[in-house]
């Protein structure tokens, strides 16, 4: 097959894939910010993330979480159950506005619970796995909009540098956390199950 070809069959491939990942990522939300942030992870290889939603074919929305519970509403996401018994995160709609790259690595974390229940083990796999795609994604010269979330990911990212092969600063933090430790101590097995929520009120 001469050069020409080549390249024209490269190039066909490419021009399929695109309509066929839009396709894919459809089969998650329906919201074109979360679209937008499931390109960037795509485009960064994060085929991880990928298998973890499709492993219990999770949706992704936006949600106004004081709508589940007060405690809730000023948190970043959550993995919830709708009253159907399917998977979903919901990111709080206070950061509909965010970058895409913020977005993405809510989903990013989120999608590493994926037991229906919330346990340490998974909270630090989750978390340190936001900071590594917040190290892959943040753009140097992107002025960010000033946030909670922002602060987040800075930090994280700041205790994933400054982390050794020895001593994880990230999960440290987790385990000295009195918010997980009474976010996590509800039950006797120190698991919290996963809150259901409202379809109706969904964006």
């Not at 839009?22 to 085929?47: C, E, H, S």
């Not at 004081?66 to 709080?92: K, T």
């Not at 796999?125 to 943040?138: D, P, R, S, V």
């Not at 010269?141 to 946030?147: E, G, P, R, V, W």
Request: proline share 1%; aromatic share 10%; with cysteine.
């Amino acid at each position: 097959m001469g050069l020409k070809k080549i390249i024209i069959s490269m190039l066909m491939v490419l021009l399929c894939a695109v309509p066929a990942f839009a396709g894919y990522i459809d089969n998650f939300t329906k919201d074109n910010d979360i679209k937008a942030a499931l390109v960037l992870l795509k485009n960064a290889n994060a085929q991880e993330v990928f298998d973890n939603l499709e492993e219990n074919s999770v949706k992704i929305a936006f949600y106004d979480l004081s709508q589940i519970d007060y405690r809730y509403m000023n948190q970043f996401a959550v993995n919830s159950i709708d009253s159907f018994g399917n998977r979903f995160i919901l990111i709080n709609s206070k950061y509909k506005n965010a970058s895409p790259e913020e977005i993405a690595c809510i989903i990013a974390h989120e999608s590493f619970h994926k037991l229906a229940v919330a346990t340490f083990e998974e909270e630090c796999t989750a978390t340190n796995k936001e900071a590594y795609y917040w190290g892959i994604l943040k753009q140097a010269n992107k002025q960010y909009k000033d946030s909670k979330l922002l602060s987040r990911l800075n930090n994280l990212s700041q205790l994933k540098v400054s982390s050794t092969d020895t001593r994880n600063l990230i999960d440290e933090k987790i385990n000295n956390s009195s918010f997980y430790k009474e976010q996590l101590a509800t039950t006797s097995e120190n698991t919290v199950k996963l809150p259901t929520f409202d379809m109706i009120a969904v964006r």
